[in-house]
């Protein structure tokens, strides 16, 4: 009786002791400490151009690294959770059986769909503390915390809790369809790049850093244009004295604002997402790569 032939990676080389798991969440934290932290200016450009007391009085171009700390501590466990995520339920056995497999645009987008959900539950408190510090002139992070929670420490524990995770809907409401466009995109073209250089693979899975780079640069340009009017009302409801429904945010904008102002911010979060893009799917690819070696 034969021996079964050892598993394969996604270079062609024989399967890594380290465990897919792990190196999704290695890679994930490398990945989403580099490209906020690397980007952060245009974040907070964008911010202030959303920002319903406009933007020199948000702080225009002063101080673009206020609030940062928050960033350092939220970014790695947030884009580690994504990851985690995304890769486990491509892999998973849903995946094949209701899905038509684990690198078909289906699996891509309920994959991502999940790891944004799960990502938001880190990401949605770090941007409510750091859209105030770069917004409001509260103050670094640590200040912009404490006023959160004094907004709603009146109302107990849940008032504290609903203040913190402001937003969490709407941000739900933007990255999901931002995933759903962004991911499937960033798989097919690095399928095609594979392909174009004779790779002859069809999932992608071996492109290199700088390949995933590049395709990650234009997905997510595609998608940020295309979400732009969620983000501004995600940005505004995080920024509001008082929590508001989208719904009323919503149409307070259109109505005193007219409709063109969902589109603000539009320059600055395009060509940070672009970048981010490639940051942030380079960083994890390489990463990925790197560590499936070991």
């Known amino acids: 009786m034969t021996a079964e032939p050892p598993l394969l990676g996604p270079l062609g080389t024989c399967e890594p002791s380290l465990p897919p798991f792990t190196r999704a969440l290695a890679a994930g ?12 200016p245009l974040d907070t450009l964008k911010t202030r151009l959303q ?7 948000a ?77 409001t002139g509260a103050g670094g992070s640590a200040a912009a915390m404490r006023y959160v929670v004094g907004l709603g420490r009146g109302r107990g524990v849940w008032g504290v809790w609903r203040e913190v995770y402001r937003g969490y ?44 780079a590049a395709c990650g640069s234009v997905a997510g340009g595609v998608a940020a244009a295309m979400t732009t009017p969620l983000d501004v009302l995600k940005t505004r409801m995080m920024l509001a004295d008082k929590s508001q429904t989208m719904l009323s945010m919503l149409s307070k904008i259109v109505r005193e604002e007219g409709a063109r102002k969902l589109l603000s ?27 499936a070696t070991l």
């Open 29 to 40: 934290a490398l990945a989403g400490l580099t490209v906020d932290m690397t980007l952060f």
């Open 51 to 57: 920002s319903a007391s406009g933007f020199l009085a």
């Open 59 to 135: 702080g225009g171009f002063r101080n673009l690294y206020r609030g940062i700390g928050s960033v350092f501590l939220g970014s790695a466990p947030g884009a580690a959770l994504f990851f985690v995520s995304y890769e486990g339920i491509k892999r998973s056995a849903f995946s094949h059986v209701y899905l038509g497999g684990s690198d078909t645009a289906a699996a891509a987008m309920f994959a991502g769909a999940v790891g944004e959900v799960a990502a938001c539950t880190v990401r949605v408190p770090v941007e409510v503390v750091k859209q105030r510090a770069q917004a």
């Open 169 to 212: 809907g709407v941000t739900i409401t933007r990255e999901i369809p931002f995933t759903v466009i962004q991911f499937p995109l960033w798989e097919a073209l690095k399928r095609g790049v594979v392909r174009w250089r004779g790779g002859g693979g069809r999932t992608g899975r071996d492109a290199t850093a700088m390949e995933s």
């Open 265 to 291: 911010g539009i320059g600055p979060r395009v060509m940070w997402i672009s970048a981010g893009g490639a940051v942030f799917l380079g960083a994890y690819t390489g990463a990925a790569n790197a560590l």
